[in-house]
């Protein structure tokens, strides 16, 4: 049996990860969910270390986190550049 939660965590993307543009959205990091049907943004606040400007100029390798901050879902920076077979969506 399905159950709520997971398919629930299957459209938020739970530990996917992608290669996403970043914004600036009232001093937060934020990029769009990559699934089409998931209408929550992704908060990027963990492991900016590794990112030298805030936002990017271009696509940082993202993982999506089990934790929610107000209605956006947590990404964690794994990498400021992304793999060669990752592409934005």
Avoid at 62 to 89: H, K, L, N, Y
Wanted: charged share 30%; aromatic share 4%; hydrophobic share 30%.
């Amino acid at each position: 049996m399905t159950t709520i939660r997971k398919l629930f965590g299957d459209a938020v993307g739970f530990g996917e990860r992608h290669c996403l543009d970043l914004r600036t959205d009232d001093g937060d990091l934020v990029a769009q969910n990559p699934n089409e049907n998931c209408p929550v943004e992704i908060l990027v606040s963990e492991g900016l270390d590794e990112l030298s400007e805030k936002p990017p100029g271009h696509p940082v390798y993202v993982e999506i986190q089990r934790e929610f901050v107000g209605d956006r879902v947590v990404g964690r920076v794994i990498s400021a550049t992304c793999p060669d077979e990752e592409q934005t969506p």
